[in-house]
């Protein structure tokens, strides 16, 4: 009951405007900076370099919500441009990972698919692969319509598929030709469109990931969850599935033993790293997902 109630109040301020907004202005405070990587593309670069150096992929993010001008889109769109020609610049084994809504999706369907454009044209010229966040359930076809029209002329994209979705099996199905990054889901939403037991969620994500396996396109498996690992590891194996097809990803900061040693063992590891200023709804969302990670939150209160 405790841990409900906790995850519904972090899920709540991490949708506030206001604290969002003040968040900006704290700096890295109360934990964030142990789960986000710096507030510039220079810090998220000396992130990625040292993981690299482990045997460790990565894919940057750089944080951004509640858009609600086109001045501010365009100026997340030549960020992103920016991420992308230091990823190159540095030579570094990264992907870049974005939402749609800091391009401008919640302003203009078409104005955020310009800026995509944008976006994917400089990726395209350094062969870098763009993944598009899956934002809240108000987003998802939104962002499923973006993807669909933008694979028409670009390969290099692919998106996020959430496993507490009812509709998850069905858009798996109808994406299984694409690079996709498989979640459990980090948003509350309600019974109608996503489950609300823990059981069922994990048991749609073993589903959807065997799913697009077995499809034998590219899968990320994004998860924290040695059993869910575990499951992977031993599915892979008795179907003959190539180590090449699918990674395993975590988030910056976290299981970082268990980063190394799945390098270690052959497996391709990738940790999804956030910068940024705007970091509050993303650290929220992280608090949020296990009361463990409120730790985080307590230790940098104190250091802070």
Known sequence: MIGTLSKNFFLYVSQSRTLNAAA??????????QVVAGETVDNAMIAVKGLNEKGVECIVDHLGEFVSSREEAVMATEQCIRTLDKIAETKVRCHLALKLTQLGLDIDYKFCLENMRRILDTAAKHNIFVCIDMEDYAHCQMTLDMLKDLR???????TVIQSYLHRSMEDIRNLKDVKLRLVKGAYKESSEVAFQDKKQVDDNYMAIIREHLLSGSYTAIATHDHRIIDKVKQFTAEKGISRDQFEF???YGFRKDMQIRLAEEGYTIRVYIPFGTDWFGYFMRRLAERPQNIAFAVRGLFSS
Request: charged share 30%; aromatic share 16%; no cysteine.
């Open 24 to 33: 900006k202005k704290w700096g890295l405070r109360f934990g964030a900076s």
């Open 152 to 158: 028409k002329d670009y390969e290099q994209v692919g």
């Open 249 to 251: 990803q975590m988030l």
